[in-house]
Every structure is written in structure tokens, then in C-alpha cells.
């Protein structure tokens, strides 16, 4: 059901009049992690005075060391639920874990299910029998059809609202984190009518490197990004390398403006 051959026209999923897929860019921003209140109020406001049309914030964080932040749990969700009340943006939140299903229900928009998640079909085929929209983000080591076929895991369950996320993948190359994979984007539209949307900054692992990357993502066809944005990088908890400052957010969604329809 995620193939295009069945479904030629684009599928568009509307989270309260905001929209992925379809005409308009969606831009997706927000901290790797939340870390407090006044952080995660204070980055939700100045990014949608930028354009953005979605919260995003890690709550729970797969972190390769057990010894890094973990996140702040269901803490995080509610400091989340607190941007929201002030700004009306909708908020997605990674879920690792199919017992916190319930929890997230009453406190996300959309669910992410992260790259190391991909194939945890327990928890796929758990937000099958949701009505929430589904974030996939490809495995660094996956291919599209393995994406594909995740994509199926939830939308055989009955959920039909999944969202495709390239995020980069593993290569020879070890300047940047991972490889931003461009020919994702075509070719995951060609195969399907779900929404695709790009994370530029964990496939750079370079804040400056975010920028020409997500044009590159938006010239060749995606429906909207991912990004992480920080007030304060350099003490960011989490992924504070790779984070946009508030200056560069607003000077990227300047730029994306000059290409793109009214992000
Ligand atoms: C994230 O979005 O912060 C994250 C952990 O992403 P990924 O699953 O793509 O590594
Ligand atoms: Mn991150």
C-alpha cells in the first residue's frame, strides 16, 4: 500500500491544517533533546516566528554510550506539551519503546521511530493500530525497500499516515557522520506516494554543512526537513555539533525561501 502503483497521487497528511506532503515545504525544527523549559519554549518560539510548522525534541535518546544523556523521559514530554500550549505547533518525539505507546498518545503529533528503530517490527506494527501520523527514519545500513517495507509494517496495521525520512547512511567516508543519500529522495518518490522529508543534520554531523544540504534536499524533491536547532550549541546535551544556531536557522529558511514555495 505504500507503493505508487496502487496509489498514484501524492499522499498528504494534515495534522491540524499543518501539512506534510503536497505543495508547501514542511520544515520540522527544534533541539536534538529536551533539556528544560525555558530551552525547549524559548527554541519553539523563535522557530516558528522562522517558518517552521512542526516541534520537534528528543524525550526518550538512543545514545551509543549508555553514559550519555539519555533524555528526560516523560519529563520531556510535558516541557514539550508546554511549547505546544504556547506556540500551536505540532510536536514529534522519538518513541523507543512500544510500552510508552499510550503515554505518547495523549502528548505527540507524530511518532518518530529513529534509525536504529527501523526494524523494531514490535514497535512498528504497535503504531499500526494507532491513528497518529508515523515518522520513519531509514537505517544508516538500510535500503529503500527494507524502509519500504517498515513503511508496510504500520501501514498494514491499518495506519495509513507514515512519513519517509532520509537521514543519511553509512559509507567509506568519515568527514561528515553519515552520507546524505540524494538519490533517496527521487527514487523513494518514484517507488511511493508517501511524504518524504530530509534530516540534513544528523546525515552532516556539521552545523555549517546543514545548510547547502538541505537545499540540495529541497532541489531534488523532498516535501519538507528535519532540523535541529539549539540557542545554545556549544552546551547542548546532545548532537550540539551538528545544531543550527537561531542565526543560521533564520538565514537557512531565508535561503529556502528563494527556491521553495512558502516554507
Ligand atoms: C534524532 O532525531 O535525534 C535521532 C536520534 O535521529 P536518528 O534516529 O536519525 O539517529
Ligand atoms: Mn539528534
Not at 507503493?3 to 514542511?26: A, F, S, W, Y
Not at 518518490?189 to 534530516?199: A, F, G, M
Not at 524533491?221 to 537561531?246: F, W
Request: charged share 25%; hydrophobic share 40%; with cysteine.
Amino acid at each position: 500500500k505504500s507503493n505508487r502503483k496502487m496509489h498514484p497521487q501524492d499522499t498528504v497528511i494534515n495534522i491540524n491544517g499543518v501539512e506534510i506532503g503536497g505543495k508547501r515545504l514542511t520544515i520540522m525544527a527544534g533541539p536534538c533533546s529536551v533539556e528544560g523549559e525555558e530551552q525547549i519554549v524559548g527554541i519553539a518560539k523563535y522557530v516558528k516566528e522562522q517558518g517552521a510548522r512542526i516541534l520537534r525534541g528528543g524525550a526518550w535518546k538512543p545514545r551509543t554510550s549508555p553514559y550519555a544523556f539519555q533524555g528526560l523521559k516523560a519529563d520531556g514530554l510535558k516541557l514539550l506539551n508546554k511549547a505546544k500550549t504556547q506556540t500551536q505547533m505540532p510536536i514529534i518525539s522519538e518513541i523507543t519503546n512500544p510500552a510508552h505507546i499510550e503515554m505518547f498518545m495523549d502528548m505527540v503529533d507524530i511518532f518518530q521511530v529513529g534509525a536504529r528503530n527501523m526494524q523494531n517490527f514490535e514497535i512498528l506494527k504497535e503504531l499500526g493500530k494507532t491513528n497518529k501520523p508515523v515518522l520513519i527514519k531509514r537505517g544508516f545500513a538500510n535500503t529503500y525497500e527494507e524502509l519500504l517495507m517498515s513503511a508496510e509494517y504500520v501501514m498494514s496495521g491499518g495506519n495509513e499516515e507514515v512519513i519517509l525520512c532520509e537521514r543519511g547512511i553509512r559509507t567509506s567516508e568519515n568527514y561528515t557522520r553519515n552520507t546524505l543519500d540524494i538519490s533517496a529522495i527521487p527514487a523513494l518518490k518514484k517507488l511511493s506516494h508517501l511524504p518524504v522529508i530530509v534530516d540534513p543534520s544528523h546525515a552532516a554531523g556539521l552545523h555549517w554543512m546543514v545548510e547547502p544540504l538541505s537545499m540540495a534536499a529541497i532541489a531534488a524533491g523532498a516535501d519538507g526537513l528535519i532540523l535541529e536547532v539549539h540557542n545554545d550549541p556549544k552546551n547542548a546535551l546532545c548532537d550540539g555539533a551538528q545544531s543550527l544556531t537561531y542565526k543560521s536557522f533564520k538565514r537557512t529558511m531565508e535561503k529556502l525561501r528563494l527556491i521553495a514555495n512558502a516554507v
